[in-house]
């Protein structure tokens, strides 16, 4: 229950991410606000034909398996979200940026830690929308996880937590 509620909330964090940091990302991308909007805008749009792929897959697949499916979108979501150069090194494909050197005006040398470039902004419109697939697979296959993994007497319990991630994650992010 824990895991499954941890995963909900971190569910939400790719849907708002945007919103706060508006300004820098528009320099980054050199977007308009309407173009970072539609970042959050992708989350519904995926959501409605997931809706229905999701019960489909819940009957054929189950909960395990479609837990599995949602956790795995969500984490390649933020990966390709993080882009080409982050990716690379997380799975160990590349070195670690050097530090670069730098000599001042008088020949002494500092050093100043390299950070991997922003992602495009292509990168991340496929992360989020591998982060709106996976979220779907969470949100509506609450009752559905309930109903599998708990006994009855459990049930509701578990489905007030569940659903209360929702208003929590939602919160959070």
């Known amino acids: 229950l824990a895991v499954l509620s941890f995963d909900i909330c971190v569910s939400y964090l790719a849907w708002y991410t945007f919103i706060p940091i508006m300004s820098p990302m528009m320099s980054v991308y050199a977007v308009a606000p ?49 882009g080409p150069e982050v990716l690379a090194q997380v799975l160990f494909l590349s070195a670690p940026l050097p530090d670069l050197v730098i000599f001042d005006e008088d020949g002494i040398a500092r050093t100043e830690a390299r950070y ?16 709106a697939i996976g979220q779907t697979f969470l949100v509506n296959a609450t009752s559905h996880f309930c109903a599998e993994w708990f006994p009855p007497a459990d ?19």
Do not use: H
Not at 46 to 71: E, Q
Not at 116 to 131: D, F, I, K, Y
């Open 34 to 82: 309407r173009e970072l909007n539609k970042l959050c805008i992708l989350y519904s749009l995926v959501y409605v034909p997931c809706l229905f792929i999701t019960s489909m897959v819940l009957a054929k697949w189950g909960g395990r398996r479609s837990f599995i499916l949602a956790t795995g979108c969500l984490s390649a979501g933020y990966a390709l979200r993080c």
């Open 155 to 173: 049930r509701p319990a578990a489905a007030i937590i569940l659903n209360l991630m929702n208003f929590i994650g939602g919160s959070l992010s």
């Open 116 to 131: 991997p470039a922003a992602a495009p902004l292509s990168w991340v419109v496929a992360g989020q929308t591998l982060c």
